[in-house]
């Protein structure tokens, strides 16, 4: 993700609250930075400020939009409709007037991710395993896995981001619904299981990091 915001404290609250969802959050001080810092970060998503000097907010989107597909929200303390309208016609996805809650601008960057996701494949082949996603099964040639429900949903997690590291916090979120749900540890006994069950060369241990998946 990509934080473009100029007001200093304001950005150094908000990168720490989106952090603590699971996010990884690179930050620029105004347009003309982010539009630097742009090829350099490939984010999956930007916030961005409306009102900010050398390069507003909507004129970074538009320029942005030239370059990249990535979705993008907006910041701004108008909530005019005239406002809107004009953000939406700019390229932004979703819209969030401050003061916002940290929860719920985290919930509503999720939404705007998922809708920008592709399809998932239903069948997956992941060396040698065969992975029905609709059904929830998994077969080593003619044997099936037995995994449960949380197994499963971690799995696919992974899936869904194939090649990158995912943290233990980004885990809870993603398997769990909530990064503050408990103890990351849960993460750790879970991969420790899944792994158990479908080979340990599936999932690389990034130290300091978290976990990924590695496709043969």
């Known amino acids: ?6 007001d200093e404290a304001l ?8 952090e603590r969802h699971g996010f990884a959050v690179e930050v620029a001080g105004d347009g003309i930075e982010a539009l630097e810092r742009l090829p350099l970060v490939e984010p999956d998503v930007l916030v961005v400020d409306v009102m900010m000097p050398r390069m507003d907010g ?19 303390a108008r909530d005019l409709p005239y406002d809107q309208i004009a953000g939406f016609e700019a390229g932004a996805d979703d ?3 401050k003061p916002f809650d940290g ?7 999720r939404a705007v991710l998922r809708r920008g996701r592709p399809a998932a494949d239903t069948e997956v082949t992941l060396g040698d395993l065969h992975i ?8 080593r040639g003619e044997d099936r896995i037995s995994l449960s429900s ?35 540890h849960v993460v750790e006994v879970t ?17 300091g990091a978290g976990y990924k998946l590695v496709k043969s």
């Open 1 to 6: 993700m990509l934080l473009v915001e100029d």
């Open 11 to 18: 950005r150094t609250t908000t990168r720490l609250v989106l």
């Open 58 to 76: 909507m004129t970074f989107i538009r320029r942005a939009r030239e370059r990249v597909d990535t979705p993008a929200v907006l910041l701004t």
């Open 95 to 97: 819209y969030v007037t």
């Open 103 to 109: 929860d719920v601008l985290a919930a509503r960057l």
């Open 132 to 139: 029905d996603r609709p059904g929830m099964v998994v077969r």
């Open 150 to 184: 949380t197994e499963f949903r971690l799995l696919e997690a992974f899936l869904d981001h194939p090649g990158r590291v995912l943290s233990r916090i980004q885990l809870l979120d993603l398997v769990w619904g909530d990064p503050d749900w408990g103890d990351p």
């Open 191 to 207: 991969v420790q299981r899944l792994r158990a069950k479908i080979g340990a060369e599936h999932i690389a241990t990034v130290r």
